[in-house]
C-alpha cells in the first residue's frame, strides 16, 4: 500500500533536484486596453508544494509590440497571486526576445532598454508566487497595452521554470508603523468605479509595536479604486478608499486618529525614494496656520502580497473638519448662500480632474495658445446646479479682471477684493521652497467661502509634492536657483496662471512677502526646523524602508523623473534631499523681493480662528486642533451645560502655528460639553458629546 505514495514522494525529490520548464503559446495583443492571457498547466507537477525550496525561477517571453513601454506584463499564479514583471518599460523601443524575469538577475528591468533580450529582475518579486501554494494549477501570463488604439502587438510564446533555490514572499509580520490591510478577493483594482472590499487597520499607537496577529482599530467595508494621473503609469500604485457599510453607502469613520470622515488615500510615493515630499510640503502649510492634509505613514498588504510604505491621508474636500466652508446644496441658488462654499482646481482633467471653465486670461507664457483651466472640485460636477457654475466663474473673471486692471494694486477696490493676501503669500513660498516643477499649474486647489463668513478667495490647500523638493531632471526642478512661477518651459501644455508675475508687481505684496519671508524663517521655516522635520520623519521610516525596498528595488535605479545622481541607499536620499533644502533656503534669502521694516507677518486679522474636536462624540481622549495667526496667549476650558466649567488649562504663548491638543476626559460623565478657547482674551466655542 505505500508504493503508489513512495512513486510520487520520489518523483517529487527528482523535481526538487532538477529544475522543470514548461511552455505555452501566444497570441495577439489586443489595442483596446484589455488583458490579454495566456496560460500554461504543468499537470506533472501535482502534489509540489512551492516555498523557497522548490518554487518559480523564472518567466521567459517573446513578444513583438513598436512601443513596449506601453505595455504591462504579468504572471498569475493559480491561487490568484498576482506578480508585476514588466510595467512601462523600454521607452521608444520594441520587443522583448528571449526575454527572462529572475529575482535573481542582476540588471532591474526598469534600468534595460528595448529591444530586450536577457535575464531582468522583475518589477516585483517572482518569490511572492512560492507562498506554499501548489505548483499544478492554471499559470497565466496577461499583457495589456496601456495605451489602447496606439499600436497593434502579438504574443509569441513563454515559459516558466520551476526548481531548486527558489526566491520566497518577503516576511512581514510587525512593524513600528500602523498596518494597513485589504483584501477585495483577488479582484483586480479598476481606475474607477470603486470595487467593494474589506480594510483593517492595526494601530497599537505612539511606540508600541503593531503586529499582523493584533486586533485591529478598524475592520469594515470599503470601496477601494486605483487614484493618480500620470503616477498611474508606476508599478506601485496609489489609491482612493471610501468607508463603507455592507450595503455600499458611505459611512463617515475616524481612522489612525484623524477626524471622522468618509474618503480617504493611501499614496504610494513610487517616485520619492525618501517619502518626505509630499508630507513635508502639508507640514510647512499647516505650520504657516492653513488647514493641511492629515496623514499617517503605513505599510500595506494587499490580497496577501506586502506593498511597502504607504501615507494614508485625508483626501481634499469640503468638511468642518477638512476645507471648512459653507455646505452648499443643488437647491442653493440665491442669495448669501449662492456665494459659497466652492473649491476648484488648475489640473489636468485626468485623474480626478473633470468639467469647468476656461480662464479668459491666459498665462503668462503662452507660445502655442496655452489656456488656464478652473476645474469643479465642490460642489462635485454631478452636483453643482447651473445657478452655482456661473457663479463661482463670474467671481473668478471679476478677480482676475481686477488682478489685469491698471489699479490692481488699489487696497478697496483692486484684486485684494476678492482675494485673501496672506493665503497667496505662503502658497508662494510652499511652491518656491520646494521648486514644484508643477507648482501653480497643475495640482493647485483654490476654495471660496459664504459672503456671510469672509467670502474671498484664498489658496490651498497644497496637495501633490512627490515630483517636487529636488525630484524632477526637467524645466529647473532639479536646481536650487531660480523661480518656479517663472516656468521655463513654453511650450509645455500646462502652464503657470498670469496671477503670480502680476502679484509681484504690487509693492504692497513684495513688501507684505518680504516680512512674512523674515518672520517665518525665524521659526517655523528655518533651517533647523527642516532638518529636525527630516530626520524625525525619516528616521522613522528605517525600518519599514528596507522592506519597501526589497519589494521594490529601486534604490539607485531612475524612476521619472529622478534627477541625476541616482541614490543607492535610503541614507543618502534624506542627506540629499537635506543639502538641497538648504542651499534652496539661503538662495531664496539672498533673492525675495520686496522690502520690510519690521520682521512681523502680514496682518492675518481675515483669518478665523476655528476649533476642530475628534473624535466626536468621545471616550476618553478628546483632540483639539486650532490655528494661531499671529503670536498669541491660549487656553483652553471645558464647560457643561449649566455653565460650570469642568476643566481649565493656565494661558500659554503661541507662535503662528497650527496646534493640536488632548484632554483626558474619561472621568466626565456622558453628555454635551462645550469647549472654549481663549485666544488673547477672544472666546471661540465648539461642542462636543461625551459617550459612555
Given at each position: 500500500?505505500?508504493?503508489?505514495?513512495?512513486?510520487?514522494?520520489?518523483?517529487?525529490?527528482?523535481?526538487?533536484?532538477?529544475?522543470?520548464?514548461?511552455?505555452?503559446?501566444?497570441?495577439?495583443?489586443?489595442?483596446?486596453?484589455?488583458?490579454?492571457?495566456?496560460?500554461?498547466?504543468?499537470?506533472?507537477?501535482?502534489?509540489?508544494?512551492?516555498?523557497?525550496?522548490?518554487?518559480?525561477?523564472?518567466?521567459?517571453?517573446?513578444?513583438?509590440?513598436?512601443?513596449?513601454?506601453?505595455?504591462?506584463v504579468a504572471l498569475i499564479s493559480p491561487d490568484g497571486t498576482k506578480v508585476m514583471l514588466s510595467y512601462a518599460n523600454g521607452g521608444d523601443g520594441n520587443n522583448y526576445t528571449n526575454t527572462c524575469f529572475s529575482d535573481k538577475a542582476g540588471?532591474?528591468?526598469?534600468?534595460?532598454?528595448?529591444?530586450?533580450?536577457?535575464?531582468?529582475?522583475?518589477?516585483?518579486?517572482?518569490?511572492?508566487?512560492?507562498?506554499?501554494?501548489?505548483?499544478?494549477?492554471?499559470?497565466?501570463?496577461?499583457?495589456?497595452?496601456?495605451?489602447?488604439?496606439?499600436?497593434?502587438?502579438?504574443?509569441?510564446?513563454?515559459?516558466?521554470?520551476?526548481?531548486?533555490?527558489?526566491?520566497?514572499?518577503?516576511?512581514?509580520?510587525?512593524?513600528?508603523?500602523?498596518?494597513?490591510?485589504?483584501?477585495?478577493?483577488?479582484?483586480?483594482?479598476?481606475?474607477?468605479?470603486?470595487?467593494?472590499?474589506?480594510?483593517?487597520?492595526?494601530?497599537?499607537?505612539?511606540?508600541?509595536?503593531?503586529?499582523?496577529?493584533?486586533?485591529?482599530?478598524?475592520?469594515?467595508?470599503?470601496?477601494?479604486?486605483?487614484?493618480?494621473?500620470?503616477?498611474?503609469?508606476?508599478?506601485?500604485?496609489?489609491?482612493?478608499?471610501?468607508?463603507?457599510?455592507?450595503?455600499?453607502?458611505?459611512?463617515?469613520?475616524?481612522?489612525?486618529?484623524?477626524?471622522?470622515?468618509?474618503?480617504?488615500?493611501?499614496?504610494?510615493?513610487?517616485?520619492?525614494?525618501?517619502?518626505?515630499?509630499?508630507?513635508?510640503?502639508?507640514?510647512?502649510?499647516?505650520?504657516?496656520?492653513?488647514?493641511?492634509?492629515?496623514?499617517?505613514?503605513?505599510?500595506?498588504?494587499?490580497?496577501?502580497?506586502?506593498?511597502?510604505?504607504?501615507?494614508?491621508?485625508?483626501?481634499?474636500?469640503?468638511?468642518?473638519?477638512?476645507?471648512?466652508?459653507?455646505?452648499?446644496?443643488?437647491?442653493?441658488?440665491?442669495?448669501?448662500?449662492?456665494?459659497?462654499?466652492?473649491?476648484?482646481?488648475?489640473?489636468?482633467?485626468?485623474?480626478?480632474?473633470?468639467?469647468?471653465?476656461?480662464?479668459?486670461?491666459?498665462?503668462?507664457?503662452?507660445?502655442?495658445?496655452?489656456?488656464?483651466?478652473?476645474?469643479?472640485?465642490?460642489?462635485?460636477?454631478?452636483?453643482?446646479?447651473?445657478?452655482?457654475?456661473?457663479?463661482?466663474?463670474?467671481?473668478?473673471?471679476?478677480?482676475?479682471?481686477?488682478?489685469?486692471?491698471?489699479?490692481?494694486?488699489?487696497?478697496?477696490?483692486?484684486?485684494?477684493?476678492?482675494?485673501?493676501?496672506?493665503?497667496?503669500?505662503?502658497?508662494?513660498?510652499?511652491?518656491?521652497?520646494?521648486?514644484?516643477?508643477?507648482?501653480?499649474?497643475?495640482?493647485?486647489?483654490?476654495?471660496?467661502?459664504?459672503?456671510?463668513?469672509?467670502?474671498?478667495?484664498?489658496?490651498?490647500?497644497?496637495?501633490?509634492?512627490?515630483?517636487?523638493?529636488?525630484?524632477?531632471?526637467?524645466?529647473?526642478?532639479?536646481?536650487?536657483?531660480?523661480?518656479?512661477?517663472?516656468?521655463?518651459?513654453?511650450?509645455?501644455?500646462?502652464?503657470?496662471?498670469?496671477?503670480?508675475?502680476?502679484?509681484?508687481?504690487?509693492?504692497?505684496?513684495?513688501?507684505?512677502?518680504?516680512?512674512?519671508?523674515?518672520?517665518?524663517?525665524?521659526?517655523?521655516?528655518?533651517?533647523?526646523?527642516?532638518?529636525?522635520?527630516?530626520?524625525?520623519?525619516?528616521?522613522?521610516?528605517?525600518?519599514?524602508?528596507?522592506?519597501?525596498?526589497?519589494?521594490?528595488?529601486?534604490?539607485?535605479?531612475?524612476?521619472?523623473?529622478?534627477?541625476?545622481?541616482?541614490?543607492?541607499?535610503?541614507?543618502?536620499?534624506?542627506?540629499?534631499?537635506?543639502?538641497?533644502?538648504?542651499?534652496?533656503?539661503?538662495?531664496?534669502?539672498?533673492?525675495?523681493?520686496?522690502?520690510?521694516?519690521?520682521?512681523?507677518?502680514?496682518?492675518?486679522?481675515?483669518?478665523?480662528?476655528?476649533?476642530?474636536?475628534?473624535?466626536?462624540?468621545?471616550?476618553?481622549?478628546?483632540?483639539?486642533?486650532?490655528?494661531?495667526?499671529?503670536?498669541?496667549?491660549?487656553?483652553?476650558?471645558?464647560?457643561?451645560?449649566?455653565?460650570?466649567?469642568?476643566?481649565?488649562?493656565?494661558?500659554?504663548?503661541?507662535?503662528?502655528?497650527?496646534?493640536?491638543?488632548?484632554?483626558?476626559?474619561?472621568?466626565?460623565?456622558?453628555?454635551?460639553?462645550?469647549?472654549?478657547?481663549?485666544?488673547?482674551?477672544?472666546?471661540?466655542?465648539?461642542?462636543?458629546?461625551?459617550?459612555?
Open positions: 500500500m505505500r508504493k503508489p505514495f513512495l512513486l510520487i514522494s520520489l518523483l517529487f525529490s527528482f523535481f526538487i533536484a532538477n529544475a522543470q520548464t514548461f511552455t505555452g503559446s501566444g497570441g495577439l495583443i489586443p489595442a483596446d486596453g484589455t488583458p490579454a492571457y495566456y496560460s500554461i498547466v504543468p499537470t506533472s507537477l501535482a502534489g509540489s508544494i512551492l516555498t523557497k525550496n522548490f518554487g518559480v525561477l523564472t518567466v521567459c517571453i517573446n513578444l513583438n509590440h513598436p512601443n513596449v513601454s506601453d505595455l504591462e540588471t532591474p528591468v526598469n534600468e534595460g532598454s528595448a529591444p530586450f533580450s536577457g535575464s531582468y529582475k522583475p518589477e516585483e518579486m517572482l518569490g511572492y508566487v512560492n507562498n506554499g501554494q501548489t505548483g499544478f494549477g492554471t499559470w497565466q501570463l496577461s499583457v495589456t497595452d496601456l495605451n489602447p488604439w496606439a499600436h497593434n502587438g502579438m504574443f509569441i510564446n513563454w515559459s516558466i521554470t520551476f526548481g531548486p533555490d527558489a526566491t520566497a514572499p518577503l516576511e512581514f509580520t510587525s512593524s513600528n508603523l500602523p498596518i494597513v490591510i485589504i483584501d477585495t478577493e483577488i479582484q483586480p483594482i479598476p481606475d474607477d468605479p470603486k470595487i467593494p472590499g474589506v480594510m483593517k487597520i492595526i494601530n497599537n499607537g505612539p511606540g508600541i509595536r503593531n503586529y499582523l496577529t493584533d486586533a485591529p482599530e478598524f475592520d469594515g467595508t470599503i470601496g477601494i479604486e486605483v487614484r493618480g494621473s500620470s503616477s498611474q503609469m508606476f508599478p506601485k500604485k496609489s489609491y482612493g478608499l471610501e468607508t463603507w457599510d455592507i450595503q455600499g453607502n458611505s459611512v463617515d469613520t475616524s481612522l489612525m486618529g484623524m477626524p471622522s470622515e468618509s474618503d480617504w488615500i493611501l499614496n504610494a510615493n513610487y517616485t520619492d525614494k525618501s517619502f518626505l515630499r509630499n508630507v513635508m510640503a502639508y507640514q510647512v502649510w499647516e505650520n504657516m496656520g492653513h488647514y493641511a492634509t492629515r496623514y499617517e505613514f503605513c505599510e500595506l498588504m494587499l490580497n496577501g502580497q506586502y506593498k511597502g510604505i504607504y501615507i494614508f491621508s485625508e483626501k481634499i474636500k469640503r468638511d468642518k473638519d477638512r476645507v471648512n466652508i459653507a455646505k452648499l446644496n443643488p437647491d442653493q441658488n440665491t442669495g448669501d448662500q449662492l456665494t459659497g462654499g466652492y473649491i476648484f482646481k488648475v489640473d489636468k482633467q485626468t485623474g480626478s480632474g473633470g468639467s469647468g471653465w476656461t480662464s479668459s486670461y491666459a498665462p503668462s507664457a503662452n507660445p502655442n495658445g496655452q489656456t488656464i483651466f478652473f476645474q469643479y472640485e465642490y460642489p462635485k460636477e454631478e452636483d453643482i446646479s447651473s445657478q452655482q457654475k456661473t457663479y463661482i466663474k463670474n467671481y473668478v473673471y471679476s478677480w482676475e479682471t481686477a488682478l489685469k486692471s491698471s489699479n490692481f494694486t488699489d487696497t478697496t477696490n483692486g484684486w485684494r477684493k476678492y482675494a485673501i493676501e496672506n493665503t497667496f503669500i505662503d502658497y508662494f513660498f510652499v511652491n518656491e521652497i520646494s521648486k514644484n516643477v508643477d507648482g501653480y499649474r497643475l495640482s493647485t486647489f483654490l476654495h471660496k467661502e459664504r459672503d456671510s463668513k469672509g467670502g474671498k478667495i484664498r489658496m490651498g490647500p497644497v496637495w501633490d509634492y512627490d515630483i517636487a523638493w529636488h525630484n524632477a531632471d526637467y524645466c529647473g526642478g532639479d536646481i536650487t536657483t531660480g523661480w518656479a512661477y517663472q516656468f521655463p518651459c513654453p511650450d509645455d501644455y500646462w502652464q503657470v496662471p498670469f496671477w503670480w508675475s502680476r502679484l509681484l508687481q504690487d509693492p504692497l505684496y513684495k513688501s507684505h512677502l518680504k516680512c512674512r519671508w523674515l518672520y517665518l524663517r525665524q521659526n517655523s521655516l528655518s533651517d533647523a526646523w527642516f532638518d529636525s522635520y527630516i530626520d524625525s520623519i525619516s528616521g522613522n521610516l528605517m525600518e519599514a524602508q528596507e522592506r519597501n525596498f526589497t519589494t521594490w528595488p529601486i534604490l539607485g535605479v531612475y524612476v521619472w523623473p529622478n534627477p541625476w545622481p541616482y541614490a543607492t541607499t535610503y541614507e543618502g536620499e534624506v542627506n540629499t534631499l537635506k543639502a538641497w533644502v538648504h542651499n534652496r533656503l539661503a538662495w531664496l534669502d539672498s533673492n525675495m523681493p520686496g522690502t520690510c521694516e519690521t520682521t512681523f507677518a502680514v496682518d492675518y486679522t481675515e483669518a478665523r480662528t476655528e476649533i476642530s474636536l475628534y473624535p466626536n462624540p468621545v471616550a476618553d481622549v478628546l483632540h483639539i486642533q486650532f490655528e494661531t495667526f499671529s503670536k498669541s496667549q491660549i487656553a483652553i476650558s471645558i464647560i457643561n451645560q449649566q455653565g460650570a466649567v469642568l476643566l481649565s488649562t493656565a494661558a500659554e504663548s503661541r507662535p503662528v502655528g497650527t496646534w493640536t491638543e488632548t484632554l483626558d476626559i474619561a472621568a466626565f460623565k456622558p453628555g454635551v460639553y462645550v469647549l472654549r478657547l481663549n485666544v488673547d482674551g477672544k472666546y471661540f466655542t465648539s461642542r462636543f458629546v461625551k459617550g459612555v
